[in-house]
């Protein structure tokens, strides 16, 4: 593999992107929608003392929304648009290896997705005009949100270069990206509901004086509730649950997350605490339930399984259309054009 031939192969990638106007208008209306979601962003956390936090949070996420929206559109085709164009045979018998070609393309990919970052720049600084925040969570969002640009833009790649037809490669790399940000959601809400549990509600006794009796427990009520606990972990390679969940959390003096990241996570830590014995104890403390500091420190990470499968996912699919994009070609789909 060369570096020359994999800048070339990229360069020209790109070049056929920026020919379009289409594209620019995509970047203008991107800005647009980034624009007024700024706007409303320092709106909704203005009661906050971290306003920068929680406004730097959502265009984040705005930015990978758009990513994983926009990107299989650009990625998917990257393969099998250029054999179906006639153009990919005539770059396969130059000096440029298939390596050179598959990384090419993937850098190409990965270049389109980076610009809704460049264009989200200006608002994430913007953003942080508002005070609150931390230099760690800026970079750790910004490299989580790399990552996920690199592995969706591989994915796209990699159907591209399995599947002969570029309709249905995009097609696919939809459903693929789908059911990492949708199915998840499904699975969970659906497994969660579908598996269903007998919870028991305790409580203190009282004495004739109204005093609660600290020394024992008493069962209030018995329900069905459902067992999310159990299928938590579905959610788990879901984009939106990696980026949250892997970026250090910011919590008010009062132990709640200042941003969105951190309510996300929040959300997530919860589903893993057990309904089955449901406690008030007006013995510790007021009674109050935990804080979402103490659920999130009473709970366990999983960005990095999460992390692992999507690049398990996308390694996978971008190795097997390498060797489907080897030449000499052994086995070629029926009426693939080569030449």
């Given amino acids: ?131 609150g925040a931390n230099p760690v969570v800026l970079l750790v969002s910004l490299l989580v949100l790399a990552a996920e640009i690199i592995i969706v833009a591989a994915i796209g790649v990699g159907l591209s270069g399995l599947i002969a037809r570029p309709l249905f490669s995009v097609a696919t790399t939809y459903l693929v990206v789908a059911a990492l940000v949708f199915g998840t959601l499904i699975a969970f809400g659906l497994g969660g509901m579908a598996v269903r549990s007998e919870a028991t509600v305790y409580s203190r006794p009282y004495d004739a004086n109204g005093n609660p009796d600290c020394d024992r427990w008493e069962v209030n009520s018995t329900q069905e509730v459902p067992r999310f606990d159990l299928v938590w972990w579905t959610l788990a390679a879901n984009p939106f649950i990696v980026l949250a969940d892997a970026t250090p959390t910011e919590f008010s003096p009062e132990g709640y997350p200042v941003d969105m990241f951190g309510q996300i996570k929040y959300g997530l830590r919860s589903a893993q605490q057990s309904p089955l014995e449901q406690r008030w104890d007006p013995c510790d403390g007021d009674g109050r339930t935990p804080t979402a500091e103490e659920v999130i420190a009473s709970s366990v990470p999983s960005w990095f399984v999460g992390l692992g499968v999507q690049v398990v996912i996308a390694g996978s699919l971008f190795a097997g259309a390498w060797a489907r994009t080897r030449t000499p070609a052994r086995r070629l789909p029926p009426g693939t054009r080569i030449a």
């Avoid at 070049?15 to 289409?22: A, K, Y």
């Avoid at 962003?41 to 929206?69: C, H, P, Q, R, T």
């Avoid at 990919?88 to 393309?105: E, H, N, R």
């Fill in 1 to 131: 593999m060369s570096l020359a031939n994999i800048g070339i192969v990229a360069r020209l990638e790109l070049t056929q992107r920026l020919r379009s106007v289409g594209w620019y208008v995509l970047l203008g209306v991107f800005a647009l929608v980034l624009l007024g979601v700024t706007a409303l962003s320092f709106a909704v956390y203005s009661w906050g003392d971290a306003i920068g936090a929680g406004v730097y949070s959502i265009v984040v996420n705005i930015v990978l929304l758009l990513v994983v929206l926009v990107s299989p559109t650009l990625s998917g085709n990257a393969i099998n648009g250029d054999r179906d164009a006639a153009t990919l045979a005539a770059v396969q018998v130059t000096a440029a290896s298939t390596g050179d070609i598959m990384l090419g393309k993937l850098v190409a990919a990965v270049a389109t997705g980076g610009a809704f970052l460049v264009v989200a720049l200006p608002f994430l600084a913007l953003s942080l005009l508002g005070g």
